[in-house]
């Protein structure tokens, strides 16, 4: 018999987590994508619900059953998941996006499929909104919390996307090292605040660094 008590700090807190890659179609049968299992996102979200949160999940397409108790809205495009976080932001207390997000587009979807063809297919791509960047210009007294995955100036890059998005908090994680960021159960990352303070977690289970997350945006709050 395992007795979890957990602390319920969150308790009337309402917070939306967006998760999982988007995928934007080319034609019925084709699409591009990012890398991103969604377990970060989903670990936060049932951390968060068992600490007494209101949680929304939005997500794009992953394996994962969502955590109990979490509302989830599913979606599969950039402009999808735009237009979920956008209706559900009002209530919102608290916003975390560790989406993996396609920055870019195809210009025009089909609905035929594309026949192979001799020679090379060109494909034009085009900006999808920035989801993050469009919240931290409307934020309120709400808490803003980003993520980064990169591969090289990780703390720089980080940095610029607090400013530049208006954030509270930044979940920064370099995809090089072993044991972080994509598929794995485990993490390393940086968190960064809007004051420059940063804190390095070390190799650490998903769980787990939700739970930090969450401690870290308490200060925030
Ligand atoms: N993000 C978003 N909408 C986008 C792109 C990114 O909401 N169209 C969010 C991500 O969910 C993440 C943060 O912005 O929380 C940073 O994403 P990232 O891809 O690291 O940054 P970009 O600003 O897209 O810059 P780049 O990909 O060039 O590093
Ligand atoms: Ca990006």
């Known amino acids: 018999l395992k007795i979890e008590s957990v602390e319920k700090d969150f308790y009337?807190?309402?917070?939306?987590?967006?998760?999982?890659?988007?995928?934007?179609?080319?034609?019925p049968v084709?699409?591009?994508?990012?890398?991103?299992?969604?377990?970060?996102?989903?670990?936060?979200?049932?951390?968060?619900?068992?600490?007494?949160?209101?949680?929304?999940?939005?997500s794009g397409p992953t394996n994962l059953s969502p955590p109990s108790d979490v509302k989830l809205v599913s979606t599969s495009s950039t402009l999808d998941m735009y237009e979920a976080v956008m209706e559900h932001?009002?209530?919102?207390?608290?916003?975390i996006k560790s989406a993996a997000v396609a920055d870019y587009r195809p210009n025009s979807t089909v609905d035929k499929k594309i026949k192979k063809q001799e020679g090379d297919l060109t494909l034009t791509l085009v900006r999808n909104p920035d989801i993050l960047y469009e919240l931290g210009k409307i934020k309120d007294n709400k808490v803003l919390v980003g993520f980064a995955a990169e591969t090289d100036n990780i703390i720089e890059y980080a940095k610029e996307k607090?400013?530049?998005?208006?954030?509270?908090?930044?979940?920064?994680?370099?995809?090089?090292?072993?044991?972080?960021?994509?598929?794995?159960?485990?993490?390393?990352?940086?968190?960064?605040?809007?004051?420059?303070?940063?804190?390095?977690?070390?190799?650490?289970n998903k769980t787990d660094i939700a739970h930090q997350i969450l401690d870290k945006i308490k200060e925030c709050l």
Do not use: W
């Open 162 to 204: 607090i400013t530049k998005k208006n954030l509270d908090l930044i979940v920064a994680n370099d995809i090089t090292q072993e044991g972080a960021g994509f598929g794995v159960d485990t993490n390393i990352v940086y968190l960064i605040d809007s004051g420059n303070n940063i804190k390095k977690i070390d190799k650490s």
């Open 12 to 27: 009337g807190r309402k917070i939306m987590i967006t998760a999982g890659p988007t995928i934007e179609a080319i034609d």
């Open 30 to 58: 084709r699409f591009i994508t990012n890398h991103s299992s969604g377990k970060m996102g989903y670990a936060i979200a049932e951390a968060a619900s068992k600490r007494g949160a209101s949680v929304t999940l939005i």
């Open 89 to 95: 932001y009002g209530e919102q207390d608290i916003i």
